[in-house]
T-cell receptor, first 110, second 114 residues
Framework: RKEVEQDPGPFNVPEGATVAFNCTYS??????LFWYRQDCRKEPKLLMS???SGNEDGRFTAQLNRASQYISLLIRDSKLSDSATYLC???????????FGTGTRLQVFP | DTEVTQTPKHLVMGMTNKKSLKCEQH?????MYWYKQKAKKPPELMFV???????INESVPSRFSPECPNSSLLNLHLHALQPEDSALYLC?????????????FGPGTRLTVT
């Protein structure tokens, strides 16, 4: 089983749609979790950290279920500029590594 | 300003060449990282420097040699590379090493080995 698993997509959605991505991780001692986005041929950029209570940043909401080792990212009112690959990233406890999922590709069309 | 800069943006080198990749950050971050990313794959960690000391080497072949001259700079020296080493090389930094610290990535150097 991979350490971090994501549905690769692609998710093709119209502008204005709501879309959700899921991610599961195998290391129950994972301490920190993040969502990064990566545009084609660009570097990953931090989108948001994921906190136990769940957190929201504008149109983006992250949820964490530690018992199920599952995190999600919800994007509301999708924009064309949201088209990218969304990487689920896990920092296992007591290590200095980030473990990346393979990413979920989102394509928003007009 | 969360900026990490990398030079060069693109590099083409032969298998007998020696070249270096450079990374710089002025955010006062104390941990710096090298990643390798192949097309349609996630980044793979290569090295971690913490407080200018190498703390993690992910069993990277010796033809890749990292160097951290000071807390703002990180180099990756390349020698006798193979065509399969062609990839995007990403540098990242974070305020410290360990949990809870987000990493900020530079734009990368796209390396082609011929």
């Amino acid at each position: 089983r991979k350490e971090v698993e994501q549905d690769p997509g692609p998710f093709n959605v119209p502008e204005g749609a709501t879309v959700a991505f899921n991610c599961t991780y195998s290391n129950s001692a994972s301490q920190s979790l993040f969502w990064y986005r990566q545009d084609c041929r660009k570097e990953p950029k931090l989108l948001m950290s994921v906190y136990s209570s769940g957190n929201e940043d504008g149109r983006f909401t992250a949820q964490l279920n530690r018992a199920s080792q599952y995190i999600s990212l919800l994007i509301r009112d999708s924009k064309l500029s949201d088209s990218a690959t969304y990487l689920c990233v896990v920092n296992p406890y007591n290590t200095d590594k980030l473990i990346f999922g393979t990413g979920t590709r989102l394509q928003v069309f007009p | 300003d969360t900026e990490v800069t990398q030079t060069p943006k693109h590099l083409v080198m032969g298998m007998t060449n020696k070249k270096s990749l450079k990374c710089e950050q002025h955010m006062g971050h104390r941990a710096m990282y090298w990643y390798k990313q192949k097309a349609k794959k996630p980044p793979e960690l290569m090295f971690v420097y913490s407080y200018e000391k190498l703390s993690i080497n992910e069993s990277v072949p010796s033809r890749f040699s990292p160097e951290c001259p000071n807390s703002s700079l990180l180099n990756l020296h390349l020698h006798a590379l193979q065509p399969e080493d062609s990839a995007l090389y990403l540098c990242a930094s974070s305020p410290g090493q360990g949990v809870l610290y987000e990493q900020y990535f530079g734009p990368g150097t796209r390396l082609t080995v011929t």
